[in-house]
């Protein structure tokens, strides 16, 4: 519906973690400047905080090609729902070993330690993304401990940069995160970031970005806190609902009255779905509109 009602060659909204769907608002050029500089003095270890939804796993994969730009060998590790025991094989799985190396009759951090060593001698950085380290396992700190704390010359040239969501920091052991060389926050966008964002979203898959005026970005701004998951989900089934409507553009009303389906305003147990503090009761819906909406969901 989205797509053909506003010829959209592609969903713009569809909330995955490509780097052609990755936009660079002010906290995240801030935050890759900062990430480009720990690889550059060959720092060890970095952490990058935010609340959720605020796009932390985006700007990983974004930074995966940013540093291998500087000529780095780079891996993303995903720890959220990672089985103990199993961090090593999956990190080896993603370094590019030869078939020799890969088959080799040793333990995996034998293979890791290897080929940490042959990038050191070839001056190579090594940089070992980890996003939700916050979410890791025992064993998995463990490691990442080991490889941050060696004073081996073989991971001296070795990064570590971790993702946690900011609420989660103390699981990660305090020796680990004193061993950090800069914390990272990435703070939501401001309308300015949510406005040009929708934009070159639009534009990308060659829609007219005036479908959503200033006025309307502002509000999916003031509804979403400006988190890039929520501004993305809400923008999409607004504009859904929209199409649905006949709508020639996407309305500030439109967007409102699909976050309140999302978002009941007499839900208050998580402070992020709040919208405006003086409401005390659910707000009453034209009937007709709602059922409009609510095709969207089932």
């Not at 060890?44 to 905080?49: D, H, M, N, W």
């Not at 940490?116 to 396992?137: C, G, H, K, T």
């Not at 998951?229 to 500030?252: F, I, M, P, Q, Y």
């Amino acid at each position: 519906m989205v797509r053909n009602n506003w010829n959209f060659t592609a969903n713009p909204f569809e909330g995955t973690l490509t780097p052609g769907s990755f936009y660079c608002g002010k906290s995240q050029e801030e935050a890759i400047a900062r990430l480009e500089w720990i690889c550059e003095e060959r720092q060890r270890f970095a952490i990058v905080a935010g609340v959720e939804g605020v796009g932390k796993s985006h700007l990983s994969t974004m930074a995966l090609r940013r540093f291998s730009g500087l000529g780095a060998e780079a891996v993303l590790l995903s720890l959220r729902g990672m089985p103990e025991g199993e961090w090593l094989q999956f990190l080896i799985e993603r370094l590019p070993l030869d078939h020799a190396s890969r088959c080799e009759p040793i333990t995996n951090w034998q293979k890791l330690e290897n080929r940490l060593r042959e990038n050191r001698l070839m001056e190579r950085p090594s940089v070992i993304l980890v996003d939700d380290i916050d979410q890791a396992p025992a064993d998995t700190v463990s490691g990442i401990e080991r490889l941050v704390h060696s004073a081996e010359p073989r991971f001296s040239w070795t990064t570590v940069v971790g993702t946690a969501t900011t609420s989660s920091l103390s699981n990660i052991p305090e020796s680990l995160r004193k061993q950090a060389a800069l914390r990272i926050l990435l703070e939501p966008w401001d309308s300015d970031d949510v406005r040009a964002f929708l934009s070159d979203s639009i534009q990308r898959v060659g829609g007219d970005p005036t479908i959503i005026p200033s006025a309307t970005a502002d509000t999916i701004t003031r509804f979403s806190s400006g988190l890039p998951r929520l501004v993305s989900r809400l923008t999409h089934l607004s504009l859904a609902a929209a199409a649905g409507d006949g709508l020639r553009h996407l309305d500030s009303s439109t967007v409102e009255r699909v976050w309140r389906e999302l978002y009941p305003v007499d839900e208050y147990s998580d402070p992020l779905t709040r919208t405006d503090a003086g409401h005390s009761r659910r707000l009453e819906r034209p009937a007709g509109r709602v059922r409009a909406v609510r095709k969207l969901f089932e």
